[in-house]
């Protein structure tokens, strides 16, 4: 059977891997991972006193190292309040690691209790178990699939605050209860084993969620143009792709505009591609006050972006790109005079997406041909919104 100075060094070893896993995350801008680098040193540290206690002068082995691992467990805490986006309240919980190190001192110098030394650090440890459950529990509305991770942590939460209670219990009722941290009976290596894989546990739950947490930051900097906010090219033909197959199976209507910024390109060559970016940006942010939020707006490239528009027939996209080019008409002072082209198709039964694509480009060309700022619809119905409402 393995002693109680060997299961704190192996729990002192399980810190160590999580904080070299940790550490590979350190600059991937996940919120809460400093957080649980410093939960493993501090546990790393903890452990080692914890298990050289007989070896240490009084106030490391009980004093010092209560304090260090309260810390770790505090700041596994801090991790995931800030993961997800909770305010950490770390006055408070120095506060408590100091009336915890305080009572420590006290059961130990002026009344000499582990029983009471007991009670307190467990309370404690349970006490943060159950701030990590209230912490994720409170996020809910947040999760998103998978939701192992989230069900992994409150599993984990519950296990060890009941565990911690369970070991009051033991010291306060039973007759075999240890005298003492580092006594090697059958049932104290046991509550040891167990206690030992709570810190590591705890940061690897938040190791998932932080995992989680960069998938999705990679995925949102694939889907979305860096410049504008916008999705980009690669989600328009994702979700293109969704949109039509939704419209085959419902038989709901789904159009596309594509729409060219006019005279853009001098505004690059006269006043620089900050200028530019300026523009681009506005025009998103304008754009974006006449869309709803099943709208899709997405940059293709250069000066062109594209709107897919579910649920939304020909005469409806025709409608919503006039606003947004009169709306761009209205701030051209604003954006250097730049105005709009667009050409508008609605998907037909027998099209793919490419050659919606196509119809909405050959009616973008027209648009532009026709001496730009309007709105040109399909080919079959080639006629410019502006001819439209002069008629």
Known sequence: MLSTKEIFLIASLLCFVTFLVLFSFREQGVRGISQMLL???????????????????PVFAYEIANAVY????ASALFGYRHLFRRPPHM????????????????????????????LVASLFQAAVAAGIGFTVLHARAEWRR???????????????????????????VSA???????????????????GAFA?????????????????????????????????????????????????????????????DLDNFKPINDAQGHDAGDRVLQRFVELAQQELRSIDCLCRMGGD??????????????????????HRMESSADLLCGVTLSIGVA???????????????????????????????VEENQVQSWGEAEAA
Not at 40 to 51: E, F, K, R, T, W
Not at 149 to 171: D, T, V, Y
Request: glycine fraction near 6%; aromatic fraction near 8%.
């Open 39 to 57: 939960a493993s040193v501090l546990g790393m540290a903890g452990n080692i006193l914890y298990a050289y206690g007989r070896e240490l002068s």
């Open 304 to 325: 062109e972006f594209a709107v897919l528009m579910p649920e939304t027939d020909l005469n409806g996209a025709m409608a919503l790109a006039n606003r947004i080019r």
């Open 146 to 172: 998978p939701y192992y991770p989230k069900i992994f942590i409150l599993s984990m939460c519950l296990l060890i605050s009941a565990g911690h209670l369970l070991r009051i219990m033991r010291q306060l």
């Open 70 to 73: 309260a810390s770790a467990s």
């Open 91 to 118: 006055r408070a919980w120095a506060v408590a690691i100091a009336l915890l190190t305080v009572l420590i001192a006290w059961f130990h110098y002026v009344v000499d209790s582990f029983l009471a030394r007991t």
């Open 176 to 194: 075999a209860a240890p005298a003492s941290l580092l006594e090697p009976s059958s049932g104290n290596v046991l509550v040891l084993a167990a």
């Open 346 to 376: 609605s998907l037909r039964e027998e099209d793919s997406l490419q050659t919606l694509v196509k119809r909405a480009d050959l009616a973008l060309y027209a648009a532009k041909g026709k001496g730009r700022n309007q709105v040109q």
């Open 199 to 259: 810190l590591p546990v705890l940061i690897l739950g938040g190791l998932l969620i932080a995992h989680r947490r960069i998938v999705l930051m990679a995925e949102h900097a694939a889907n979305h143009d860096f410049l504008t906010g916008a999705f980009s090219r690669r989600a328009f033909f994702d979700i293109g792709g969704r949109e039509q197959a939704r419209t085959a199976r419902t038989g709901q209507p789904v159009s596309l505009m594509l729409v």
